[in-house]
């Protein structure tokens, strides 16, 4: 019997490779579907939370920080700003050290939705974890950090 027929066997190194893939493949697409409630309830895409979540995890930073922190394209974070900006979710003042400059900060609203929208992640990924047993837990956490660890090599 072959490997392909014999489900205990290991797959080799390049079918590994593969599954890996496809997998990753298969869960980007997934947290790309995912749109918090709260999110959805005030119609800011993934993006603006991504925006939103990058700002508050560094006050005072400016469109730059955001471009080397997030990997989106400058004109993108621009855009979704106005937005954010706009409805009052984060706001922008000039540099006290430098009036050239811009700062962008989360509002108290925009923190508050931000806020709400981890809690949501954490009770959905809690969930989740919890339907495992504990030692698929324990190889989905190290997987995942691991992976996390590495991304830089992507």
């Given at each position: 019997?072959?490997?392909?027929?014999?489900?205990?066997?290991?797959?080799?190194?390049?079918?590994?490779?593969?599954?890996?893939?496809?997998?990753?493949?298969?869960?980007?697409?997934?947290?790309?579907?995912?749109?918090?409630?709260?999110?959805?309830?005030?119609?800011?895409?993934?993006?603006?939370?991504?925006?939103?979540?990058?700002?508050?995890?560094?006050?005072g930073?400016?469109?730059?920080?955001i471009?080397?922190?997030?990997?989106?394209?400058?004109?993108?974070?621009?855009?979704?700003?106005?937005?954010l900006?706009?409805?009052?979710?984060?706001?922008?003042?000039?540099?006290?050290?430098?009036?050239?400059?811009?700062?962008?900060?989360?509002?108290?609203?925009?923190?508050?939705?931000?806020?709400?929208v981890?809690?949501?992640?954490?009770?959905?990924?809690?969930?989740?974890?919890?339907?495992?047993?504990?030692?698929?837990?324990?190889?989905?956490?190290?997987?995942?950090?691991?992976?996390?660890?590495?991304?830089?090599?992507?």
């Amino acid at each position: 019997m072959d490997e392909d027929q014999n489900p205990l066997a290991k797959p080799d190194t390049k079918s590994l490779e593969k599954q890996t893939a496809l997998a990753l493949e298969r869960l980007a697409i997934k947290l790309a579907q995912y749109r918090p409630a709260h999110a959805r309830a005030h119609k800011l895409s993934n993006q603006q939370i991504v925006i939103m979540a990058a700002i508050f995890d560094r006050p005072g930073c400016n469109v730059k920080v955001i471009t080397e922190q997030t990997g989106m394209f400058q004109s993108t974070i621009s855009r979704s700003l106005e937005g954010l900006i706009a409805n009052g979710y984060v706001e922008r003042e000039r540099s006290k050290a430098d009036s050239r400059m811009t700062q962008l900060h989360v509002s108290e609203t925009g923190a508050d939705i931000l806020a709400a929208v981890r809690i949501e992640w954490r009770n959905r990924v809690s969930a989740l974890l919890s339907s495992l047993q504990p030692a698929e837990r324990d190889a989905a956490a190290s997987g995942l950090q691991l992976l996390v660890k590495n991304l830089d090599h992507l």
